[in-house]
């Protein structure tokens, strides 16, 4: 493969981890506390809504579609002699700190309130905790693709 369509490759990527890392940061930043000033009726109801709108085409291309080709240029980068070990680095981080946190912690944790009924008893102590837990996850993958974008476009830069 030719040097320049490696750097075109890992630079894609690398953007599309920040953009990937930029959703998650809206809902770290501000998305999340206005559910939780909403109340747990509200706040279960919504998040449940936008549980069931993430599951589209769009968001599937850009989270999964980063982490495969962030594999692909991660294997690519390995056998370069100018790519260095940042775009595999930051290729392993977007899949364990995005794709792995979010099918381990995040989705569980979605399909936990999907369950319950928002307004009962029951279902408020489950939003209560899952604002909580969900938040702190939701952290913990921004910054994996804010890392990931930056390792991966630093590896574009060398090249």
């Not at 999340?32 to 291309?61: C, D, H, S, W, Y």
Request: charge should be neutral.
């Amino acid at each position: 493969m030719s040097p320049d369509l490696l750097t075109f490759l890992t630079a894609a990527t690398g953007v599309a981890a920040a953009l990937v890392g930029g959703i998650f940061f809206a809902f770290s930043s501000f998305v999340m506390a206005g559910l939780g000033r909403a109340g747990p009726e509200a706040g279960t109801k919504a998040m449940q809504q936008i549980n069931i709108t993430v599951i589209n085409p769009l968001v599937f291309l850009f989270l999964l579609g980063t982490a495969v080709l962030g594999a692909v240029v991660a294997a690519m980068a390995l056998i370069s002699t100018s790519a260095g070990l940042f775009p595999t680095l930051g290729a392993a981080l977007y899949i364990f700190g995005c794709i792995g946190v979010t099918g381990t912690r995040n989705v569980p944790l979605n399909n936990a309130l999907e369950r319950v009924d928002a307004g009962t008893p029951e279902g408020n102590a489950v939003w209560e905790d899952y604002l909580r837990r969900w938040t702190f996850w939701n952290h913990v993958r921004t910054l994996a693709c804010i890392g990931s974008a930056g390792f991966i476009l630093a590896g574009a830069l060398q090249m």
